[in-house]
């Protein structure tokens, strides 16, 4: 699946000029936890988050940094905090590197993105421009989505060459299982090390279309 499967595409949005109090009001009424920042050409410019809005003086919640990092921060830190916690406008508090992808951009890509950069959602863009937004929601919307097909035909031996792949993928000890397809009846036979690795056996067939019935003869070792 890619990002244009399921995307947000009815994004709501800000200028750099909106007020922080009406960006949080809109989070909150319309649960959302971020909205893109637009500049007057329909560029995106920033995304304001809850994290951006946690550390705020109307809440007291105001970061109190240690003597010695105030020692080490550059002269721009000091005043670059302040305007975070005081600033009335998005563009004080938003954040400017917006991890992007494009419609095409497939979800494996995108879980892995959301992963490595620790955030919660990636903007997608279009020649240039915001046509929506992929959140860990729309993740787990695919997720709920997704149905193995039914009714599918597909040769025994095709189908084991796909469920041998995909228990290549998942690391088993291959040299120990055997796998027999008899139309549609997926017998897989072996010695593995876990109860996990059965069970990522069974996901596999249960996966793949064309599997009409597992019986699965998998044993851990003694």
Known sequence: MLAKDVMTTAVLTVTPETDVGEIAGLMLDSHISAVPVIDAD????????????????????????????????????????????????????????????????????????????HIKRVTVLEGGKLVGIVSRANLLRGVASWRRPGGVRVEDSALRALLLAALNEAELPMHLINVTVTSGVVEIWGVVDTQIQIDAARAAAEATAGVVRLESHLVCRA
């Open 42 to 117: 329909g560029s995106l410019v920033g995304i304001v988050s809850e994290g951006d809005l946690i550390h705020r003086a109307e809440s007291e919640t105001r970061r109190r940094p240690s003597w010695w990092l105030r020692l080490l921060a550059t002269p721009e830190e000091p005043a670059e905090r302040y305007l975070r916690e005081f600033g009335r406008r998005a563009r004080d508090v938003m954040t400017k590197n917006v991890i992007s992808v494009t419609p095409d951009t497939p979800l494996t890509e995108i879980a892995a993105m959301l992963e490595k950069y």
